[in-house]
């Protein structure tokens, strides 16, 4: 396969909560356990009551090569996040992610391009609950905060290195406004969820 990935993930989270409310009877859902929150790189998989602010750091690192011609993609992400609960009816959030990202090139040259990606803001809205089972819908945008010019020496074979915009993948935005819509539905069993 020309182009294997070999994507490989270090995710580190801190998170911060300001008021924890955990439920101890049984038909309501539990917070407070180690599945009362989707995997790390899952977002938006739960809203908060009334109140309540959560701030994340989530570190990522991927790795993507070619196996055709030796060369090789590194991605390193920071994201930032918060929510804020002004009711129980709504939670906010907003993510920044701070990409470094690198290409060594056949060729032996490397391009490099650093900075602020598209930050997102969502709103969440819990629209049922009943037995240990919620639904939630996510509302949100993308804004096009992340550079889609970033620039940087790049040759051909036998050639003078010249400044031109770099490709795509090392961009660090998409120079678009996007929805971001979403439906979640959870169930939490005594054992597992």
Request: proline share 6%; charged share 15%.
């Amino acid at each position: 396969m020309p182009n294997k990935i070999l994507p490989y993930i270090y995710c580190l989270q801190t998170i911060l909560l300001l008021q924890v409310s955990a439920h101890g009877d049984e038909n309501h859902w539990v917070g407070a356990r180690p599945d009362g929150h989707a995997p790390i790189g899952v977002m938006a998989d739960h809203a908060h009551n009334g109140g309540e602010v959560m701030l994340s750091y989530r570190y990522g690192k991927m790795n993507m090569d070619s196996t055709q011609d030796s060369s090789g993609m590194k991605m390193h992400m920071h994201m930032l996040g918060a929510m804020y609960a002004p009711s129980d009816a709504v939670t906010l959030m907003v993510m920044a992610p701070f990409k470094n990202l690198d290409m060594d090139m056949a060729n032996g040259n490397t391009m490099e391009s650093s900075g602020l990606g598209d930050v997102k803001v969502s709103g969440l809205i819990p629209i049922w609950e009943n037995d240990r089972r919620r639904i939630h819908l996510t509302a949100g945008i993308s804004y096009p905060t992340g550079s889609i010019k970033e620039t940087g020496a790049m040759s051909m074979r036998g050639a003078m290195p010249m400044n031109m915009r770099l490709g795509y993948p090392m961009q660090l935005g998409s120079g678009t406004f996007d929805l971001l819509p979403g439906l979640t539905y959870f169930v939490q069993k005594d054992e597992s969820s």
